[in-house]
């Protein structure tokens, strides 16, 4: 080794030294290291997004126990169902949450309910939790539909959206967020929903993952100091979430709508944000998008309680994307596809139809084509690049009921590899449809009953490379043949 040579890794040497000291010194915030230790505070009970009031009652008893909250019944739903009130801190500032207006929205009640065991815990964030109860009188309403949640459905059991019942006020579960809200009057509130997994943060490939809104007080849309704040806050929440899911925050239709609660709030004077839950990625029960609430919302707490909202420049907002109906569950690109005697290349957008199953707590998916043709700045949850590939109807495998019924598995898996979707009997009247626990679907037709991709239909076909089958597509889900069939899932 020659002398410039150690002279040179010498230098090295020093570099990295100072790069390693520069990264230690790099503290994480408390906010980040909550975010590392979400474990502690995730609510394990609540385990997908079916929660039910009974689940909601019973998780609030536990922290009412723990004599940090004080739970008040301040209504009842239509079928009777308790409206309850939790709060919690002893601060100057109030503030409104509350969750689920919308039966079938529930990830941000999924998400107060590990921010309540994150207020009650008592650990190395003890510093975050004094600042919150010190500076902060919260209040929250979790699940403020609770008979829509009971059947997973948008309105209340007068078939009202109560979110457009600000004015109104038919139902009582309106009334009785317009009453807390008129006694309590708080400065700060958070309207909590869920949207479309369907959108898209802009013209991008990104979700919407959290949407965030500061209604309107007026049709203008003019901002005052209500609005402003609650602008700003959201400015907070989308600084943090860039750092956790880059690109997946967007901005709601800011159209003003006197109906809606947030812009009826607005109005009243009191800051309120819109946050909205949407999709992402392989997470149909937003486990992930719960995280992400429970994140931001901890940041605006925080936030509030310091005032460091009031150094956010408005014109940041600008730049947060907005809302883009843009995205499809499974996007397959530059298929080709035979329709009345004519081959054409093309694209086809297909979405999930989700069915509710028994007592409203669980869901399959039927995938439907809503789309076909020139499908630039779409995106999928799921895509395909089929420049290679060729749409075939499912052919249709004729046997007996007995062999049907004594058909494995690996049988099932054989046949699709050769383009069979479906199976008639030849011996008896056969039923139509998906069988649970079966990978062929049964059919009385004896040609495809899907004959090629048509809007509103099934997604339901196989995708050929030349003349070999590569991929069967059913009810809307990607079955790729090359696999084995132990490292496949099939919709059931
Ligand atoms: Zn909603």
New binding site residues.
Partial sequence: MDFKRIIFTAFLFVIVQFGFAQDSLKVKSELDQVWDNYDLFHEATIQNRFIKHADVVQLIQKHVNSGLFINEEIGKSVRGRSINHLSFGRGKTKVLLWSQ??GD?STATMALFDLFNFLSGNDEFDPLRRLIKNNLELHFVPMLNPDGAQEWKRRNELEIDI?RDARLLVTPEGRTLMDIAKRLNPEIAFNL??QSTLYAAGRTDKTATISFLAPAYNYPKDMNESRKRATQLILEMNDVLQSKSPGNVAKYDDAFDPRCFGDTFQAMGISTILIESGGFRADPEKQFIRKLNFYALLRALESIATNSYESQSLAKYDAIPENSRSLYDLLIRNISITKEGIAFRTNLGINLAQIKGPNFTSMTYNGRVEEIGDMELSYGHQEIEASSLNLVPGKVKFLMKAEWDSLSRDDEFELLKEGYLYVKYTDAQTPIGSVSGRILHLTNQDNSPVQTATIGHQAQFVLFSESKPRYAILKGFIIDLTKELKDLTFPE
């Fill in positions: 207006m919308h929205e979110n929903h869920d």
